[in-house]
Nanobody, 122 residues
Framework: QVQLVESGGGLVQAGGSLRLSCAASGRTFSTYTMGWFRQAPGKEREFVVGIDWTGRITWYADSVKGRFTISRDNAKNTVSLEMNSLKPDDTAVYYC???????????????WGQGTQVTVSS
């Protein structure tokens, strides 16, 4: 089992950048696929990006490809999301999640953080 805590959310103007971090507890962090999801008001939770346990394989939602970058540091039990060229449509609560598989569906991720708010103003 793993516990996840996100940080780094905030308010930013369109075109700006933010870096989200997710700190994980537990000695088995390096064995998990990690993902970021987001949920905007009135919308379903959607996949943003995933990274395999090695950090060498990543997969992105088309809406963020080229703007967002995921990375992980297994020595520090952290996964980060660098978000650039932010748009108002990126406004959402962002969640860090852990999975046993290379997945992009929320149902495949049994472990979740509490979320961090990202607001992009126009």
């Amino acid at each position: 089992q793993v516990q996840l805590v996100e940080s780094g959310g905030g308010l930013v103007q369109a075109g700006g950048s933010l870096r989200l971090s997710c700190a994980a507890s537990g000695r088995t962090f390096s064995t998990y696929t990690m993902g970021w999801f987001r949920q905007a008001p009135g919308k379903e939770r959607e996949f943003v990006v995933g990274i395999d346990w090695t950090g060498r394989i990543t997969w992105y939602a088309d809406s963020v490809k080229g703007r967002f970058t995921i990375s992980r540091d297994n020595a520090k039990n952290t996964v980060s999301l660098e978000m650039n060229s932010l748009k108002p449509d990126d406004t959402a609560v962002y969640y860090c999640a852990a999975s046993y598989s290379l997945a992009r569906t929320s149902g495949a991720y049994p472990y979740w953080g509490q979320g961090t708010q990202v607001t992009v103003s126009s």
